[in-house]
Antibody
């Protein structure tokens, strides 16, 4: 059974940092691109960042570029999102998802349950 | 960035109805479009990819069509478990973008 378990969310002050983790199991992690998506309270889905299966390619939304860093450790089957210089508008539930190499651009298949990040003083 | 506009944003329908949601892209994205269903407090679920390919395990009452800039998701006969919010997503180019969502509620 595929499982993605996010952790690391919480309350942080503006300007602070957090590192999210996504522990994967039930599939060959190193064969899959991975991604982070967030959802602000009561709002829609926003893609945040993605990483290739090897980790050699990384991609970011303009809203987080220069502040967030995506990485992965294939030996630990874990995806990370380092979030620096956090802003109130980064408050959201953060989901990780895997991207099987299906046709049509590698959609987001399995998703974690999400972890809430709240940026507030 | 490629913008996706869904219509309608809100839809009220009854069990057994046939409903269609439209997603329009600001530029051509071939068939690099996926659809997701999200229920309150839950993670999104992949329904359709490559515009018209049903994800494994998704009921056949869901269907998708389109290419280029206009796409549709159709539910042929609404079931109680289908009342949720639906999002389209383009995977043609970075940044990956989602539509604003269509909330489907019971009439």
């Amino acid at each position: 059974e595929v499982q993605l378990l996010e952790s690391g969310g919480g309350l942080v002050q503006p300007g602070g940092s957090l590192r999210l983790s996504c522990a994967a199991s039930g599939f060959t992690f190193s064969n899959y691109a991975m991604t982070w998506v967030r959802q602000a309270p009561g709002k829609g889905l926003e893609w945040v960042s993605g990483i290739s299966d090897s980790g050699g390619g990384t991609y970011y939304a303009d809203s987080v570029k220069g502040r967030f860093t995506i990485s992965r450790d294939n030996s630990k089957n874990t995806l990370y999102l380092q979030m620096n210089r956090l802003r109130a508008e980064d408050t959201a539930v953060y989901y990780c998802a895997n991207r099987p190499k299906l046709s049509g651009g590698w959609p987001f298949d399995y998703w974690g349950q999400g972890t809430l990040v709240t940026v507030s003083s | 960035d490629i913008q996706l506009t869904q219509s309608p944003s809100f839809l009220s329908a009854s069990v057994g109805d046939r409903v269609t949601i439209t997603c329009r892209a600001s530029q051509g994205i071939s068939s690099y479009l996926a659809w997701y269903q999200q229920k309150p407090g839950k993670a999104p679920k992949l329904l359709m990819y490559a515009a018209s390919t049903l994800q494994s395990g998704v009921p056949s009452r869901f269907s998708g069509s389109g290419s280029g800039t206009e796409f549709t998701l159709t539910i042929s006969s609404l079931q109680p478990e289908d009342f949720a919010t639906y999002y389209c997503q383009q995977l043609n180019s970075y940044p990956i973008t989602f539509g604003q969502g269509t909330r489907l509620e019971i009439k």
